[in-house]
Structures are given as structure tokens and as C-alpha cells.
T-cell receptor, first 113, second 120 residues
Framework: EAQVTQNPRYLITVTGKKLTVTCSQN?????MSWYRQDPGLGLRQIYY???????DKGDVPEGYKVSRKEKRNFPLILESPSPNQTSLYFC????????????FGQGTRLTVV | AQKITQTQPGMFVQEKEAVTLDCTYD???????LFWYKQPSSGEMIFLIY??????QNATEGRYSLNFQKARKSANLVISASQLGDSAMYFC?????????????????FGQGTILTVHP
């Protein structure tokens, strides 16, 4: 089954404790991205990657890191989480053509206390 | 300026009736794509329908249709014969630009979303 898998689904952590949210896709998609969803703001892109070892900032990259060492994996790293990073996070992947939808992971609900 | 605007924070509809969710967009790029996603209370993002800027006809997918008015820069989602399971958040999104080879580098830009509630 074609899918994007994120882990964990739920996470509560404390300020400053490094964490990683994993994302893996099995569709051989070149393009992967991370979004955060906040009430009233919709989804905003954090980082994206067009292929292995190619990553770039989205609209809200501050406080986040990513890496793309393999085509299927695109982890999101919060080196020192803060309460304003409490949000619902989505990983998405797609092939790089205009008329293709993005496939989303199930979402990770992160709470930083 | 907002690239994607959804002006209806919440909408209510009676079961079996049709409902229109509004979406306006702003771009100067002649090549773009418009998408609608559904997010039920369980949280996942479900792709519903796509409309390309060069498409001559309005997109349709089952009970979903997209009322695309290019000159007005609107891409409203029409859900016919609403069902209780249609109650969810709905997002409109746009992707701009592509190169001569058809590769699109653009991100999806989302609107704020509309919460649809279907009453029995």
C-alpha cells in the first residue's frame, strides 16, 4: 500500500529536549516536505527536499532541521524545542509534476511544555 | 498578501443538500494547480480534487466538483448530496509554477480552512 508513515503520532516533551519525528514514504517520490498546522493559519511549509541531499527552507524553518540521506526518509529534527513549536505536524511526498497531489502522513501532534 | 483565502470559518448544511465552500487565490504565475483536501476529526489529510490552470473544464470527482472561475481567481468546492461523513475541515491549496520540462518546484500554499458540519 502506498503510504507516508510518520512516527510518533503523539508526543509530549519538555522545553529544550532534542527530538526527531521520522517520516518514510514507499512511493519513490522525489519531493518531500514538512508542514505544521496551527488554528486559523492552515498548513505552513517548514522545509522541503527535492531529492537526496537537496533540502531547502520553507516559510517557517526557524527552530527546525531536516536531512535527506535516503530517498524514502525525511526526518524532522527539533534541536531545542520550545512551547511555540506545539503544533500538528505533517510530512508529505509527491512526484515532481504540477498535476500530482501530495500524499500526507497521518500527522504528529507535538506538545512542548 | 494571502495567496489562498477561505472566508468561511464554518459552514452548516443539511444532509442530502449541496454545499459550496469558497476559495479565492492570488497569483501572477500563468501555470498553477489548485487542490482541495479534507481533514476529518481523526486528523489525516485526504486529497479530494485537483484543477489545473490550463484545464478547460471544471474538475469533478464523484460528489465533488470544483467551480473554477479563472478571471475571478476562485476555485470553490461543491459537495453534492452531503453525507454525515462529510463533516470535516476542508482546505484549499495552490501550487505555482513549473519549468519547461513540467517539473514543479512549488510548495503547496494552504488557506485557513473551513469547518463543515452536516446536520441529519
Amino acid at each position: 500500500e502506498a503510504q507516508v508513515t510518520q512516527n510518533p503520532r503523539y508526543l509530549i516533551t519538555v522545553t529544550g529536549k532534542k527530538l526527531t519525528v521520522t517520516c518514510s514514504q514507499n512511493m519513490n517520490h522525489e519531493y518531500m516536505s514538512w508542514y505544521r498546522q496551527d488554528p486559523g493559519l492552515g498548513l505552513r511549509q517548514i522545509y522541503y527536499s527535492m531529492n537526496v541531499e537537496v533540502t531547502d527552507k520553507g516559510d517557517v524553518p526557524e527552530g527546525y532541521k531536516v536531512s535527506r540521506k535516503e530517498k524514502r526518509n525525511f526526518p524532522l529534527i527539533l534541536e531545542s524545542p520550545s512551547p511555540n513549536q506545539t503544533s500538528l505536524y505533517f510530512c508529505a511526498s509527491r512526484i515532481i509534476y504540477l498535476n500530482t497531489e501530495a500524499f500526507f502522513g497521518q500527522g504528529t501532534r507535538l506538545t512542548v511544555v | 498578501a494571502q495567496k489562498i483565502t477561505q472566508t468561511q470559518p464554518g459552514m452548516f448544511v443539511q444532509e442530502k443538500e449541496a454545499v459550496t465552500l469558497d476559495c479565492t487565490y492570488d497569483t501572477s504565475d500563468p501555470s498553477y494547480g489548485l487542490f482541495w483536501y479534507k481533514q476529518p476529526s481523526s486528523g489525516e489529510m485526504i486529497f479530494l480534487i485537483y484543477q489545473g490552470s490550463y484545464d478547460q473544464q471544471n474538475a469533478t470527482e464523484g460528489r465533488y466538483s470544483l467551480n473554477f472561475q479563472k478571471a475571478r481567481k476562485s476555485a470553490n468546492l461543491v459537495i453534492s448530496a452531503s453525507q454525515l461523513g462529510d463533516s470535516a475541515m476542508y482546505f484549499c491549496a495552490m501550487r505555482e509554477g513549473r519549468d519547461a520540462g513540467g517539473t514543479s518546484y512549488g510548495k503547496l500554499t494552504f488557506g485557513q480552512g473551513t469547518i463543515l458540519t452536516v446536520h441529519p
